[in-house]
């Protein structure tokens, strides 16, 4: 079985070793459950007929323990789940959620090969884990909000709701809203979805780390792959890193304002300003000292500049490729 919380998507069938796995017994046969967490089992859906195609039917009022005996909903999994658990998704989810106060380190991943899509004309065909917005959602709402620190997802394709996130990563201080730092989403796919809609929200929190996904085609004003937001004052996003990412066809791809000493390399940015006009990459409004490193840009090097979306951060360092350069540009946008 493929690691969970490793930086890449797990390898082979997920969804096949944990059924293998849970009907040897899982960690009864040898840890400790209340030490390690415990796996719970969520299947979106409720067809009888596709039953023996997409492996069960879920139910909320399954102990969700086993992927013999799985969950229908993700809220059900986070009324249930406590620090340090998994939860493994396949199927069709449409909801809008808040994780709870308290559980930390938890783990949210999908149970297919490649996170993709898993419907033919909106009916789920089985396999992959797909998180979309419901049918009437609830307007400029992320599809998951995470407020406790630690959260990992992985290899899960999302499409957002209109004007809103798919994870939202948030940090207020309070009792309701406390702090998401230390976060990271690796291996998922961000598409489509409502117009302006965002892949992942950063508000004020350290140490998010967005590594392997895919950002493509979230459109209209405002939509982007990734995005930092001041929130409520409470402090700049900061020591965050953004590794190894693709980005296509995004009205903006990051727009990474207020960030402080963030990491951001390895990432292909496909679209050029020829084709989409948008923020490609955007650092501006915070302290600063980002190191912007070994970034592929689809643009020359004479288009990287402020006016073409291009905005650094105080005290940046720059060194990345372009389509017409045999070496790294070095110079910061102006």
Same mark, same amino acid.
């Not at 020591?239 to 304002?257: H, I, P, S, W, Y």
């Given at each position: ?75 059900? #999994? ?28 938890? &783990? ?108 493509? #085609? ?95 951060? &105080? ?9 017409? &350069? ?9």
């Amino acid at each position: 079985m493929g690691q969970i919380g490793s930086v890449y998507p797990p390898s082979g069938n997920l969804m096949a070793s944990m059924k293998t796995f849970g009907l040897r017994g899982g960690f009864v046969n040898a840890l400790q459950p209340t030490l390690v967490g415990r796996t719970w089992y969520v299947l979106g859906n409720t067809d009888p007929l596709l039953g023996p195609n997409v492996n069960g039917v879920g139910s909320d009022s399954n102990n969700g323990l086993s992927p013999l005996t799985p969950l229908l909903t993700i809220a059900r #999994a986070l009324a249930l789940c406590d620090s340090f658990d998994v939860i493994v998704l396949m199927g069709v989810f449409r909801e809008q959620v808040v994780c709870p106060v308290g559980p930390y380190d938890v &783990t949210v991943i999908g149970a297919s090969n490649q996170p993709r899509q898993c419907t033919s004309g909106g009916v789920y065909t089985g396999g992959g884990a797909s998180w979309l917005a419901p049918t009437s959602p609830v307007a400029t709402t992320p599809l998951i909000r995470v407020i406790s620190q630690g959260w990992t997802f992985q290899n899960i394709q999302f499409a957002p709701v209109a004007a809103s996130a798919c994870i939202t990563f948030d940090r207020r201080e309070t009792a309701a809203i406390p702090d998401s730092s230390h976060g990271s989403v690796q291996g998922c796919y961000f598409t489509t979805g409502g117009a302006g809609g965002i892949g992942v929200e950063i508000i004020e929190c350290k140490k998010i780390f967005i590594k392997d996904c895919t950002f493509e #085609a979230l459109t209209g004003a405002g939509g982007l792959g990734i995005k930092t937001t001041a929130g409520a004052g409470i402090a700049n996003p900061s020591f965050c890193e953004v590794q190894r990412n693709k980005f296509a066809q995004n009205t903006g791809d990051m727009d990474l304002a207020g960030m402080d000493r963030g990491l951001i390399t390895d990432n292909n940015l496909f679209t050029s300003d020829v084709i989409l006009a948008g923020t490609r990459l955007k650092l501006s409004g915070g302290n600063g000292f980002n190191h912007v490193l070994n970034n592929n840009f689809s643009d020359i090097a004479a288009s990287v500049t402020i006016a073409k979306g291009y905005t650094p951060g &105080t005290s940046d360092v720059w060194r990345n490729w372009t389509t017409n &350069t045999n070496v790294p540009i070095v110079t910061v946008p102006s």
